[in-house]
């Protein structure tokens, strides 16, 4: 991944698609053809994957995007690829790392092999260092010209953007004393992307863990703890646009209304809109509620009866004497 190897790509998938070292090695037709076949396979995983993440005009057929007319993507799918790269933190840790110099090896005649990243926005040195950079993967092949999903955070915000068929970059600028990078490069469309996101964007706390959204009786439940609030059960943050007027006002749902409900059990959902992105939290019961006994409930209602038929007979038994 640092050094951008190819075939790499190539060797780790077969090694998935055929569930480990489970294929032949030799330069004979039946281990091309289970080359040709994990390499279809794996597309094909990929395919899947891709598609569980919301991708909807992307196809692969390979493993390191090498230019096929049946292999394409747009800036939004990958964007979607990104951001599940960057919730894996092995994946994130090799991103930020610039240089890997790999040990000795005989087939390299005993020399080092090292690695470079290409992602500039990284180098310290480079008129392309962004401070708050920390990925993802740059790319280039000659009809998709250079490319980058690049990764930065700053506080509590993390950013993803995605540079398609932009100018070829200048890695030259690492060993120079250039202070300049063209406008059109991807480096600098990151930058001007990522310094948007964190001067207009800020997330804010729409309702906390363990907060109370609302409370409701249960309709059956013991009368002694029928009064239930319902707790929040994760923290629910919003992108917010800077200067905005956002409407908070949040959307209840009680899915139990009926005892017997257990502590912590989920009784409901809370959902906020905000600039057309939907958060939501489950609503947990703050404390158990068994049905009310039902001889308790004849008794009361026959109490009741009873004081209703007294009621009324003293009302007659007082009309009369007033007739009188």
Do not use: W
């Not at 990151?190 to 863990?209: A, Q, R, S, V």
């Not at 609302?214 to 059960?233: A, C, E, M, Q």
């Amino acid at each position: 991944m640092v050094g951008s190897s190819n075939d790499s790509a190539f060797v780790l998938a077969q090694y998935i698609a055929s569930g480990g070292n489970n294929y032949p090695i030799d330069n004979s037709q039946n281990a091309k053809t289970a080359f040709t076949n994990s390499i279809e396979l794996f597309s094909n995983m990929m395919n899947d994957f891709s598609s569980k993440l919301g991708c909807q005009n992307t196809h692969f057929v390979n493993p390191n995007g090498i230019h096929n007319e049946n292999h394409y993507s747009t800036a939004y799918d990958l964007a979607l690829i990104g951001k599940c790269a960057y919730k894996n933190q092995a994946l994130k840790s090799i991103s930020m790392c610039k240089e890997y110099e790999l040990p000795n090896s005989n087939f390299y005649q005993g020399q080092p092999r090292k690695c470079k990243c290409t992602n500039l926005l990284l180098y310290k040195n480079s008129p392309s260092y962004y401070e708050y950079a920390n990925g993802l993967k740059t790319g280039y092949t000659d009809p998709a010209g250079s490319c980058i999903v690049a990764s930065s955070q700053k506080g509590d915000m993390n950013l993803i953007a995605v540079i398609l068929g932009a100018e070829k970059s200048d890695y030259s600028i690492l060993n120079s004393n250039k202070q300049e990078i063209s406008n059109t490069s991807r480096e600098n469309i990151c930058k001007i992307l990522f310094d948007y996101g964190f001067n207009n964007y800020f997330y804010t706390n729409l309702i906390n863990t363990n907060d109370i959204a609302t409370s409701f009786d249960v309709i059956n439940g013991d009368y002694r703890h029928k009064s239930i609030d319902l707790i929040v059960k994760d923290d629910i943050r919003a992108l917010v646009k800077r200067d905005s007027i956002v409407d908070i006002t949040p959307n209840i749902k009680i899915k139990k209304y009926l005892a017997p409900i257990s502590k912590n059990s989920v009784i409901g959902t809370i959902t906020y809109k905000v600039n057309g992105i939907t958060y939501t939290s489950d609503l947990l019961a703050s404390h158990d509620v068994e049905p009310a006994n039902h001889m308790n409930l004849l008794i009361a209602l026959i109490v009741i009866v009873l004081v209703f038929l007294f009621a009324l007979v003293f009302i007659i038994i007082k009309g009369k004497k007033r007739n009188k």
